[in-house]
């Protein structure tokens, strides 16, 4: 019951962060929509250079083509997710890129909030997470119009910690695994995230080394994030290598993952060393 009871509190701080974080993005319509200048064919424009960078990707994907050397970041994660959402819901392009950042970027509470939780500190969570989605530097570059990589970079971030710190209070089997899941999707989402995950995981070692040297699930999640960040591009032109890749990353990150729970001596310390 206690556990139930945890888990609410926690939705419940989400949700309202959340909720929060997007009507504060908001205010911004309410305050431009009287104004013309902000708007372009009935709808109001980006506000980067990288927005419209990625807005060509889209407008792309959608007319299924693109002109050879034009640079269209065609088939890019966050164009596809526009193509995606284009094609399966009623909405202009226009309005889904616009809007974008002020549906993601609020998602940063959740691993804020799952992180308190892990030290027993919600009530602490709960003032982070309704700071995280406003603070200055996070609120600006996740603003309406937006429409860049920075609406999930941190949250990424953020999960993969959590993911390890989980692991470190428990002992169950899938969190060696999940770690390695988000750092997949993180390269996918933003590749210059490469340095930032290593540094992650260096730490982690370091960690693991001073303080719980013995446990293995420490290494076995090393592991299974080393596979992640393996580079299996560097001799492609495929403008479709990102999502290949994040099918292939998962592929054999399930593969092994399913070989280790078969034949759980694999991962005895001794073959995980050789396996690295």
């Known amino acids: 019951m206690h556990k139930v009871s945890v888990n609410c509190k926690i939705l ?15 205010l911004w ?13 009935g709808e109001f424009m980006l506000t ?12 792309d994907m959608l007319a299924g083509f693109h002109q050879q050397n034009d640079f269209s970041p065609f088939n890019h994660p966050i164009s596809t997710i526009v193509f995606y959402i284009c094609k399966i819901l009623p909405f202009k392009i226009e309005s889904v890129m616009f809007y974008m950042s002020a549906l993601l970027a609020p998602l940063i509470a959740l691993p804020v909030v799952l992180i308190s939780n892990e030290f027993k500190a919600l009530k602490a969570g709960a003032v982070a997470a309704f700071m995280s989605v406003i603070l200055p530097g ?15 970079n941190v949250t990424f971030a953020l999960f993969i ?10 002992n169950e089997q899938k969190f060696i695994v999940l770690p390695s899941l988000f750092v997949s999707l993180y390269l996918w989402w933003y590749q210059s995230s490469y340095a930032l995950i290593l540094s992650i995981i260096f730490i982690f ?6 303080f719980m040297r013995k446990k293995i699930e420490n290494y076995q999640a090393i592991f299974f994030m080393f596979i992640s960040i393996v580079s299996f591009n560097i001799f492609s032109k495929d403008p479709l290598i ?9 592929a054999v990150i399930a593969s092994f993952y399913a070989i280790f729970c078969k034949y759980k001596k694999l991962l005895s310390p001794r073959n995980l060393s050789i396996f690295l």
């Open 161 to 170: 910690i959590y993911l390890l710190i989980r692991l470190l209070n428990a």
């Open 138 to 152: 996070y609120l600006v570059r996740t603003s309406l119009g937006y429409f860049d990589s920075d609406m999930l």
């Open 29 to 41: 319509v309410l305050w431009a929509k009287d104004m013309p200048e902000f708007y372009f064919n």
């Open 205 to 210: 070692f370091i960690y693991t080394l001073a």
């Open 242 to 250: 990102a999502n290949k890749i994040l099918i292939l990353n998962l």
């Open 48 to 59: 980067t250079n990288d927005a419209y960078y990625y807005a060509e990707g889209a407008r």
């Open 12 to 26: 419940l701080i989400f949700l309202v962060a959340y909720l929060f974080g997007f009507a504060a993005r908001m």
